[in-house]
DNA sequence: CCCCGGCTGACATCGACATTACAATTGGGT
DNA sequence: ACCCAATTGTAATGTCGATGTCAGCCGGGG
C-alpha cells in the first residue's frame, strides 16, 4: 500500500511517515503543494494525505488538479481549522475524510485503514473492447496503449459505446442514456458529440470503431466480423 | 429474483446467501464448478455469483460455458486478485462485473441491484431460419456464418419475412408491415426491395431462401420445407 | 408467339448524417 | 471581480447513401 503524505511542517511530516512506514506502508513525502501533485501524477499512490495549508498550492487546489486528472484515489484531509464550511468544501470537492489537527497517531491510522479497505471495494473496473481501455474509475482511456483525455459527455457516450458493443444503440437510447432528454429531435447533440468523440479516439487510427448504421443509430464495433 | 451463488469457501458462502436472503432474493448455493454450472442450467437464474477460484472448475470455466449453452443472465464476479489481467480475461469472457475481495456487503448488494436492473439488456433474441441469423438487439445479420449487411428497410423485410418463414406473404401485407401504406399499387418498392435483399442474402449461395410466388406474394423458405 | 407479372439496372431525390463555425456557459487562475 | 480556456449546445451548410421511380427486359403459361 503505497501513500503520498504531502505536508509542510518539517515534524509533523517526519512523524507521519514514520508511523505509517512502521505500520506497514509505503510512504513518500511531499513538502509543497506543486511536488505534491507532481508526485502524485508520477505514481500509482493508494492513498493521499494532504494538508490544508500548503506552500504554492493549497490543499484544495492540489485536490481539484488531482480529480481534474482523473485521479479518484481516497484523500484523507488534514486541517488546522474546523469550520464547517471548509468541511463543506472539501467534501464537495471529493476528500473522502477529514482531520482536526492536532489528532492522535492511532485516530489518523483507523482512518487510513478504513479508506484504503473502502477504495479495495471500489476497486476499478475496467471495459475493454478491440484496443481501447476505458477506466471506469479512474476515468481514463486509452487506445493502443496511448492515453486519451477525453470530457466527461465524451466519457459517458464511450462509456455506453463500449458496454453495449457490437450493438447498434438507437440514438432516443443514446439522448436518454447521456443526456437525460427525451429527444427532443430538432437537436443534432448526438451527431456533434459522436463526431468530438470519434475525432479522439478514430481519427489517426488504421480501423475506427465508431460506425454509423443509418436509420438505426451508432454501434462501437470490434474489427473481427465472424 | 433467484440468484446462483458459486462459492467454495463455506464462510463467505453461508455470508451470502443469507445476506441476499434478507434482502429479499431467492437464492442457492453450490459449493465447486461444476456442482454450479449443473445448477445454473437445470433453473433459471435472474442472475450468479460466480467466484473465481473453485476446486473443479474455475469460476471462468464455468462462465465459459454458461455462456456456450447460450445462459446470457448477468455475472458477477468475485476474486482474491486484484491483477488487471485477471479482470480483462473475465470481461472478455462476458462478465458483467466484478468486485474484490474483501468488500462491503452493501457494496455487493448494490452492483447485484444494478445488474438486475440492467437485466437481459444484453441477450440476444435471435432469429434463426435455415443458416441465416437475424438478431434484433444488435441489429445484425449472418448467412452461413459469414457478416451481411443491411439497410434498415432491409433489414425490416428479412426480419418479417423470417418471423413468417414458409408462409406467402402478399404484397399488400409487406407493403403494411415494412412501409406504412396502403399500397398504392403503381410502384414497384417492393420488387426493388426484395431484389436488393436477395443481392445480399441469396446471391452467391446455391439455395435460394426467398422465393417468388406468381400473382400471390413471395416466401422464405427452409430448404427441407415440404 | 404473345402477355402479364415480375426482374433488373440506371437514375433522381430526399433526408439523415457529417462537419464546421460560433455562441453560451462554466469554472479555474490572476 | 475579471479574464481565459475548456466544454457543450446550436445553427448553417455540405455530402452521400438509402430508397423510390422509371423504362426496358425476361420468361412462363396460355
Redesign the pocket.
Known amino acids: 500500500m503505497k501513500i503520498l503524505v504531502v505536508e509542510d511542517e518539517p515534524k509533523t511530516g517526519d512523524y507521519l511517515k514514520q508511523g505509517l512506514a512502521e505500520s506497514g506502508f509505503v510512504v513518500d513525502l511531499a513538502r509543497n503543494g506543486p511536488d505534491g501533485l507532481h508526485q502524485a501524477g508520477s505514481e500509482d499512490y493508494d492513498l493521499v494525505i494532504l494538508d490544508v495549508m500548503l506552500p504554492g498550492l493549497d490543499g484544495w ?1 492540489v485536490l ?2 488531482l480529480r ?1 486528472e482523473g485521479r479518484m484515489m481516497p484523500v484523507l484531509f488534514l486541517t488546522a481549522r474546523s469550520q464547517v464550511e471548509d468541511r463543506v468544501k472539501g467534501l464537495e470537492l471529493g476528500a473522502d475524510d477529514y482531520l482536526v489537527k492536532p489528532f492522535a497517531f492511532a485516530e489518523l491510522l483507523a482512518r487510513v485503514r478504513t479508506l484504503l479497505r473502502r477504495g479495495r471495494a471500489t476497486e476499478p473496473e475496467v471495459l475493454r473492447v478491440a484496443d481501447v481501455e476505458l477506466d471506469l474509475m479512474r476515468r481514463r482511456v486509452h487506445r493502443d496503449g496511448k492515453r486519451i ?1 477525453l ?4 466519457f459517458l457516450l464511450l462509456e455506453l459505446l463500449m458496454r453495449r458493443h457490437d450493438e447498434v444503440l438507437p ?1 432516443s437510447l443514446i439522448a436518454s442514456q447521456v ?1 437525460d432528454m427525451n429527444f427532443d429531435s ?4 448526438i ?6 468523440l ?1 475525432a479522439k479516439i478514430d481519427d489517426g487510427y488504421e480501423t475506427k470503431l465508431i460506425h ?7 454501434v462501437l464495433e470490434t474489427p473481427d466480423a465472424r
Chains 1, 2 share one sequence.
Open positions: 487546489g481539484r488538479a481534474k483525455d470530457t466527461a459527455k465524451e440514438r443526456w430538432d437537436t443534432n447533440v451527431e456533434v458529440a459522436v463526431r468530438r470519434r454509423t448504421v443509418r436509420g438505426m443509430g451508432y
